[in-house]
Nanobody, 121 residues
Framework: QVQLVESGGGLVQPGGSLRLSCAASGTIFSIDAMGWYRQAPGKQRELAAAITSGGSTNYAGSVKDRFTISRDNAKKTVYLQMNSLKPEDTAVYYC???????????????WGQGTQVTVSS
């Protein structure tokens, strides 16, 4: 059984910073891409940032130059450093990872439970 557990959300003023963490646990053979998605009220879930197992990154245009995604492969953890936060960054942030539970198994996509980020004065 695989679990992704997020932490680090909360309430922050505009211009502030937050750091999200997501740790994978359980029966894991390998992890490929990891990422952070977000869903604002009344909107579809969208990709905020993603990182490959080799460290290549991809960002949504709306967060580029403000957010930084990173990962610690030994800890099976992905991070999202969010700076210069804006009210429009308010959303539930979900961790996502492509995980293989055995050498000869295919990769499956897993999701965390989500963590609320609210940017408001």
């Amino acid at each position: 059984q695989v679990q992704l557990v997020e932490s680090g959300g909360g309430l922050v003023q505009p211009g502030g910073s937050l750091r999200l963490s997501c740790a994978a646990s359980g029966t894991i053979f390998s992890i490929d891409a990891m990422g952070w998605y977000r869903q604002a009220p009344g909107k579809q879930r969208e990709l905020a940032a993603a990182i490959t197992s080799g460290g290549s990154t991809n960002y949504a245009g709306s967060v580029k130059d403000r957010f930084t995604i990173s990962r610690d492969n030994a800890k099976k953890t992905v991070y999202l450093q969010m700076n210069s936060l804006k009210p429009e960054d308010t959303a539930v942030y979900y961790c996502n990872a492509d995980i293989r539970i055995g050498r000869y198994m295919r990769y499956n996509q897993y999701w965390g439970q989500g963590t609320q980020v609210t940017v408001s004065s």
